[in-house]
């Protein structure tokens, strides 16, 4: 159990407006559902409509891409409002987005952004993590996203950073193993050693999911399947944590059936790493 005692849901998906009729009209067995928070923030209508009947039915999560944690603009206080009635409106188990920043001077690149590595970044960014948890009442879990390149500034690796923040501001944690294994490939070191940081006990979920491998670097696009080589990572992390497993496939999205059969195949993966 993590630290924060919130429960091991299973395997789940995140929710997809192409799997809306499937998942409405077949109930299909899965364990839970994980809802991009902002596809349900400032809008009404279908996608609530939706929304609230698949909660009637799952489990759900909330994860977002526009926090901005690390970004130096104040938090946007009416999204954060928003973020909350969407929980409680959802009853979330949890709410999580990335450690990153996505704009500056109030606009949005709708990317995420690397961070730096540094002590004044930590400060900072755990500050902000503790305002928003103090609006949300509960732990926010924040993931780890892909990089491309690095700040030279950096004083600090990724996985010590995102250690001593997760300590700093008593936050929890989202692995994404396949950004470890992309972000490993990118700039050349051993996902042994990021894993040998991370506080296991503070990690309540686990993403996995496909990439596109360029050769001389790879890039984070959600689209499956997801290789051996992640999956064995997603093992490794399991063994350490028993946290809830979520694919993520967000861009040529197969039919409901093959989307939930290629996140099925994480228990080979956790039976076999049980086993070692």
């Known amino acids: 159990m993590n630290r924060f005692s919130l429960p091991n849901l299973g395997i789940g998906l995140g929710l997809r407006t192409v799997h809306?009729?499937?998942?409405?009209?077949?109930?299909?067995a899965v364990e839970w559902f994980e809802i991009l928070s902002e596809n349900y923030m400032q809008t009404k209508g279908r996608p609530l409509h939706f929304l609230d009947?698949?909660?009637?039915?799952?489990?759900?999560?909330?994860?977002g891409v526009s926090l901005s944690?690390?970004?130096?603009?104040p938090l946007d206080r009416a999204y954060l409002a928003e973020l909350e009635a969407l929980r409680n409106r959802t009853k979330a188990l949890w709410v999580s987005d990335h450690l990153c920043w996505t704009g500056v001077a109030g606009k949005n690149t709708h990317d995420l952004l690397p961070m730096p590595y540094t002590e004044e970044s930590l400060r900072h960014t755990a500050a902000r993590i503790r305002q928003?948890?103090?609006?949300?009442?509960?732990?926010?879990?924040?993931?780890?996203?892909s990089t491309y390149v690095e700040h030279v500034g950096n004083t600090m690796k990724e996985w010590d950073f995102l250690a001593a923040l997760a300590s700093e501001a008593d936050c929890a944690l989202l692995l994404d193993v396949n950004n470890v294994y992309v972000s490993a490939y990118n700039h050349g070191f051993d996902a042994a050693d990021y894993f040998a940081a991370i506080p296991f006990d503070r990690v309540v979920q686990l993403h996995v999911s496909g990439h596109t491998n360029h050769g001389t670097h790879i890039v984070d696009t959600h689209i499956g399947p997801v290789i051996d080589p992640v999956w064995e990572?997603?093992?490794e992390a399991y063994r350490k944590t028993n946290a809830s497993i979520l694919l993520e496939w967000d861009a040529e999205i197969p039919s409901f059936e093959e989307t939930h059969a290629?996140?099925?195949?994480?228990?080979?993966f956790l039976v076999a790493k049980a086993g070692a």
């Open 233 to 235: 990572l997603l093992g």
């Open 262 to 268: 290629d996140a099925l195949r994480a228990k080979d």
């Open 132 to 145: 928003v948890q103090d609006v949300l009442g509960a732990p926010l879990a924040l993931e780890n996203p």
């Open 53 to 63: 009947r698949v909660a009637e039915r799952y489990p759900i999560a909330m994860h």
């Open 20 to 28: 809306y009729a499937h998942i409405l009209e077949h109930n299909p």
């Open 69 to 73: 944690i690390g970004g130096t603009d």
